[in-house]
């Protein structure tokens, strides 16, 4: 970098010591025909500017010439060459001695110019990139008695000549220039590994005045006889010295190198399956122990999937064989299923009739009688060629998509279409046990006198018998109190199937509100047993659109579906959807208590999940859902298992959930768990 500097800062003259030295070290430095300039020095190949700061001495015409030797100034030598290297930032060469930040792989010093040395290690590499000319590196290298060296060439790059006289790299058998040569390598064909007859190697790398390449590069590590591990069969080999070893065999191998396998009847391979195949499975010593079978799709495996060779030299079990097979289509919980055994259809094309009525009575007299089929057994979730899957949706008020029955194919598909059920997708789809609760809205300028109430629709109750309705608590109490509240200002809607009353107001009853009891352990703060029971005035008419919801048999059940169906009105309009919108549903997934808290804990609102409670998350693959449970005071419900095709117990009651949520779906929603209060229900409602 000494060929382009040039001065960028020019600062006062130094006069007293320490006026402008860095430190005590400057002080011989700092002369009367000196300044402390920053000289920067420019690489020309490169273009990367580098730079250190100092004293400088001025020539004939006051110019500051920090490349040439001045009398008084001979100490200062400032544009330093970084040889085989690159300049640091700001170089402090006058100081620490060291101006070059990194040397190239196999080069060392302050000026990059040294390379070679002794390397005693076990193993390791030797580089040399970008060499210079004129450059000369000697290298010795040792590793511990009795072992031995082999060096092993990644990489050579040097000016060719058949005899390497010019650029070359010399290894020599030992560890000097005296030492019996090896070989003298040049050009660019990698050499043989080579390996030395004791602990150390000589190398010598030479270079002329002329051209220079990329250098080598190359590894050695030490050796022994064991090294290459030349024991089969698992032996363990012994060094006697670097050059001779011993083999320590294991139970029945003989040999110098355990090759002799010791003689031992095995089972013989058996036939692969038809339209499948089997995989040998080895133990020590290489011996076949099993046989894993499998099958081509798309057949399955019929019997065991593995065999093993037993001391009598016969394999286990019976062979498997491969048939066609379908495997279960998936469905939801809300689709009801049965399985039918396999039956060869029967399909008579025209010509087949045609035949059927030429022979007449002739070909009913020779059909032979079909004997009953014999199946195999198939992994558990696979059906046999022919199969027949019905299906319907576990209840009325479920909408059926796709076939009503699928067939087991001989390409190993099912017929028909993907089946699923989605609750309130239907028409005529409703839920005859759903109630309006409406309270007086803030708006309003009614007074109980009056009755001149300007209504808002604020929850949703379930209809359990004519005169009662079981809704959460918190529905028809004031904020914070344990009272209800006037029975006046509450008003029942049943037989709803739209919002708007005036889409079908024929089907509607509105209902009058004798009394209404709220459970006696209600906390308005936790929310803890936020239940009530409304007794009607007037007598709900049961018909289709209009009948009560079931309670749960025994008031200690255990929820065990993983899913359940959550209906209510929203306290909010969609105007998007005007007199067209409809009770809001959706399917959610049940979950333990401990998740429930730990949720609302990462989420800044701590609660306390009692026995009192259930906890629900919408979660996007069960189902189509237009309802945010949190934000509406709705019913949880499972449909009766058993033959009461249509009914529903009731679950759950909306009790509360996030604030602002923006309906997550993985948020949970807390629901009032009703089954834990049947016997109080039931006491209310005579």
Known sequence: CFKFCSLQLGLAHIVHLYNHCPGPEWNVMCRGCCEYDVIRCKCPLQGTPVGYAVPCCRNAINECDPCIIHPGCSIFENCKRCNNGTWGPRDDFFISGQYCAECRPGWSGGDCLKCGGVIHKRQGHLVLESYPNNARCEWTIQVDRPFTIELRFMMLSLEFHHSCRYDYLEVRDGDSINSRVIGRYCGNNRPAPVHSSGNSLHVLFVSDGYKNFDGFFATFQENSACSSSPCLHDGTCILDSSYSYHCACLAGYTGKRCENVPVERVCSLPPRPANGDHFLVYGPNDVLIALQYLC???????????????????????????????????????????????????????????????????????????????????????????????????????????????????TGKWSGRHVSCSPGEGKEAHWPWLAAIYRPSTKGTGTKHNQAFDW??????????????????????????????????????????????????????????????????????????????????????????????????????EVTSAQGLVTGWSPLPESSLGPDEKARVGLVHLADVVPCEQQYARNGVPVSVTDNMLCASQKPDYGPSNICPSDTGGILVLPVKGESKGLWRLLGLVSFGYDQGECDPDLYTVYTRVANFKDWIESNMK
């Open 296 to 410: 081509h799709k798309p057949y399955e495996l019929s019997g065991g999937s593995q065999r093993t060779c037993l001391p009598n030299n016969t394999w286990s079990g019976t062979p498997p064989v491969c048939i066609k097979a379908c495997r279960e289509p998936r469905v939801s919980e809300l689709v009801k299923q049965k399985v039918l055994p396999p039956q060869v259809p029967s399909r008579k094309t025209p010509v087949h009739k045609l035949y059927s009525s030429d022979l007449g009575q002739e070909s009913q007299s020779h059909s032979p009688t079909k004997a009953p089929l014999v199946l195999s057994q198939l992994p558990q979730g696979f059906h046999h060629l022919y199969t027949r899957i019905e299906y319907e949706c576990a209840s009325l008020f479920y909408h059926h998509f796709g076939s009503s029955r699928r067939t087991c194919l001989k």
């Open 456 to 557: 808002q629709l604020v929850c949703s109750a379930a209809l359990v018998n004519q005169r009662s309705l079981v809704v959460a608590a918190h529905c028809v109490t004031d904020l914070g109190k344990v009272f209800p509240v006037d029975t006046t200002t509450i008003k029942v809607v049943v037989g709803k199937h739209y919002r708007d009353d005036h889409r079908e107001s024929k089907g509607l009853q509105h209902l009058r509100v004798a009394s209404i009891a709220i459970h006696p352990n209600y906390d308005p703060n936790t929310l803890d047993s936020d239940i009530a029971v409304i007794k009607l005035l007037d007598k709900a008419r049961i018909g289709e659109k209009v009948l009560p919801l079931c309670l749960s048999e025994n008031q200690d059940e």
